[in-house]
């Protein structure tokens, strides 16, 4: 009879260490010299970096992830460096690679730098749908923020858009 009563208790126990929430946070790199891959941040582009990790200081990001190019790392050195964080590197492509890293790290939240061809893809990939079908050249100011939460009934997944920084001027 104590067995019955004990079942809902360790039911319960049991969901709840199978349950986590995830916030990966995707943005491509913020604006570059020129169109080389060895390319680095602008001034403005240096000043949106700035403007990423004072947005996601207080996020908990334990993990940052950017492509092997300078302009991605550059964007994510500012958050990297006030978190005392190292920066993984990804490869750009296929987009696969980074989502299966980012679904197996269940629990902690992580920043995502890609490319304007890259970002909207890896929210796909993490099973959003964002309003955005194409990010422009002069774009460097989305914030896709991906939600993944795995529980005792399943995973449920979510995305909110934002911008942050200063607009570009044209």
């Keep these: 009879m104590r067995i019955y009563k004990l079942l809902p208790v360790l039911l319960l126990v ?3 260490t199978g349950c986590s929430t995830s916030t990966v946070y995707i943005v491509r790199h913020a604006e570059k010299i020129n169109e080389a891959d060895s390319s680095g941040l602008t001034a403005v582009g240096l000043e949106r970096a700035q403007a990423l990790a ?3 200081e207080d996020e908990r990001i334990s993990q940052i992830l950017t492509t092997p190019y ?10 990297s ?13 296929p987009v696969g690679a980074v989502v299966e890293l980012i679904q197996q790290t269940k629990g902690k939240n992580s920043l995502v730098v ?18 955005k079908t194409k990010i422009e050249s002069g ?29 570009t001027e044209p």
């Design 54 to 56: 004072d947005r996601l």
């Design 114 to 131: 890609g490319h304007s061809n890259t970002i909207l893809e890896i929210a796909q990939g993490l099973g959003t749908k964002p309003t």
């Design 14 to 16: 049991l969901g709840l």
């Design 70 to 79: 300078r302009r991605t790392q550059e964007t994510a050195r500012p958050l």
């Design 81 to 93: 460096q006030r978190l005392n964080l190292p920066i993984d590197s990804y490869p750009a492509k």
């Design 139 to 167: 774009d460097h100011d989305n914030l896709l923020i991906v939600t993944i939460k795995n529980g005792i009934f399943g995973t449920s997944v979510s995305l909110q858009e934002e911008t942050y920084g200063k607009p």
